[in-house]
């Protein structure tokens, strides 16, 4: 592609030219091959995941995969680290009950999501073995669902419901702890009711004041 206008129309202009070598990476690849990344890791594991298998599954060349991440470890970090920062969206419901009964709901219905269940596990059980990927996963999976659950104490706190010192990392636990040993743990089935004696138990745990009147 030609480039530049003439400074001197009266003198010979030597034209810019793109470098024929030049990288533009198209959005739409790069989507297939997160996709695919997240279909391969829930099929076969981080262990047995491999660039060939990511780039068939997206249909892609090899290339278009190493044009992005130089090996398969830098690609999953950051497959998966940019979905979990996008962390848990929770409108404000007006009071903590309602707001904790809609916070389990949408954890419930993550983890309970197919390629959560195979997904996670794996990656927890990896990040056993491998440093760096602990510390992303610690990063990446904490702190986005960690503003979430300070939100939900901020506001609850500025209605008056919980104390000022309440600590949004216990809220944090308290939801996420029950809901993963259950659906990526021991694998057992929860229902709607669950989800309610949770949500109360947890405002009770967090020293919930019981509303007046």
């Known amino acids: 592609m030609l480039t ?9 202009q030597t034209l810019k030219r793109t470098p024929a070598g030049a990288a533009v990476l198209r ?29 068939r599954r997206a249909g892609v060349g ?11 470890l830098p690609m999953v970090i950051d497959v998966v680290s940019e979905v979990a920062s996008l962390g848990i969206f ?13 916070f ?26 491998n440093p760096e990927i602990a510390e992303t996963l610690a990063t990446a999976l904490g702190e986005a669902q960690r503003q979430s659950s300070a939100a939900l104490v901020r506001k609850a ?29 021991v ?6 009711d669950y989800l309610e004696r949770l949500a109360a138990s947890i405002g009770t745990a967090l020293g919930a004041v019981p509303p007046v009147g």
């Open 4 to 12: 530049g206008e003439p400074s001197n129309p009266g003198k010979p």
């Open 90 to 102: 929770l409108p404000d419901t007006g009071s903590l009950q309602n707001d904790l009964r809609m």
């Open 187 to 192: 694998r057992t089935p929860i229902g709607k």
């Open 104 to 129: 389990v709901h949408v954890v419930a219905r993550v983890l309970r999501h197919p390629l959560a269940a195979q997904i996670v596990p794996d990656l927890l059980a990896e990040a056993a073995r």
């Open 62 to 72: 090899k290339t278009a995969v190493y044009r992005r991440w130089r090996s398969k």
């Open 27 to 55: 959005d739409d690849v790069t989507e297939a091959i997160r996709g695919a990344v997240f279909e391969e890791l829930a099929v076969s594991g981080y262990g047995r995941l491999s660039i060939e298998a990511v780039a």
């Open 157 to 185: 706190v500025a209605r008056g419901e919980l104390p000022a010192d309440t600590d949004p990392d216990l809220a944090l636990d308290l939801i996420a702890g029950p809901l993963y040993w259950r659906l990526a743990v």
